[in-house]
């Protein structure tokens, strides 16, 4: 079973021109034609944290907005945001609070894409490497204390090195970038990755470069497929 899934930090709609352009963010999340997609900063900093874009009747473009907000403010937890393709069933959502001297969080949504168990993490990693560090153990032990799913984990990891500040990541998980997203005029660091677990084989992915995505947001999307491994088939 194959399926795809894009990531992107939305800067709750604000542009490289300084402009706040809600529509033109979704032009360019309707462009991202994916089974599951993860936005950052899809909310406001400032309590109460309202929602960046508008997501008339649950819906933003061809994508469903999965509800986590325990409060009905905004589109996310911490300013992450899940979408979905409205074939995808969610079994269960899970939201975490993460170690950091700035408010961070983590959202763990169980899904299932063509009825086959999928674990998507949405990330936004804190700015400095020593919180990265305790904030990846923390979502790796509770990981750990879940059932086991395919996983991958996705989003604005803040960290442009390969190896260095993602020492706390568990062996059964393994990391991807796309190529540099950061910053979209002109990327030299890539900030956006995945991690994912073994039973996971990745099949393409890319730094979404079109003319709207460079401007839309001072970050560039990620889009990639994957493969779910054999074994899982009998639980589709």
Not at 63 to 88: E, S
Request: glycine share 8%; proline share 8%.
């Amino acid at each position: 079973m194959e399926f795809t899934l894009a990531s992107w930090n939305i800067r709750a709609g604000l542009g490289r021109d300084l402009r706040r352009r809600p529509l033109r963010t979704i032009e360019v999340i309707t462009g991202l034609d994916a089974d599951i997609l993860v936005l950052q900063e899809a909310d406001f900093r400032m309590q109460p944290r309202p929602a960046a874009l508008p997501a008339p009747r649950g819906r933003i473009g061809p994508f469903r907005v999965i509800d986590l907000t325990p409060d009905a403010v905004g589109l996310g937890w911490h300013g992450i945001a899940v979408l979905k393709h409205p074939a995808v069933k969610v079994d269960g959502i899970r939201r975490y609070d993460l170690p950091a001297l700035e408010p961070r969080g983590a959202v763990v949504v169980d899904i299932r894409v063509r009825q086959c168990p999928l674990r998507v993490v949405g990330v936004h990693l804190g700015l400095l490497r020593g919180n990265r560090r305790k904030q990846i153990a923390y979502i790796a032990e509770q990981l750990a204390a879940l059932d086991q799913r395919p996983t991958i984990i996705a989003g604005d990891f803040n960290e442009w090195r390969e190896r260095k500040g993602l020492e706390t990541l568990p062996d059964w998980l393994r990391t991807h970038s796309p190529g540099p997203t950061f910053p979209a005029g002109r990327p030299l660091l890539k900030l956006d990755k995945i991690a994912m677990s073994h039973d996971i084989t990745l099949m393409d992915s890319v730094v979404v470069g079109d003319p709207a995505a460079k401007v839309a947001s001072d970050h560039r999307p990620i889009w990639a497929r994957f493969r779910l491994a054999p074994e899982h088939e009998e639980a589709c």
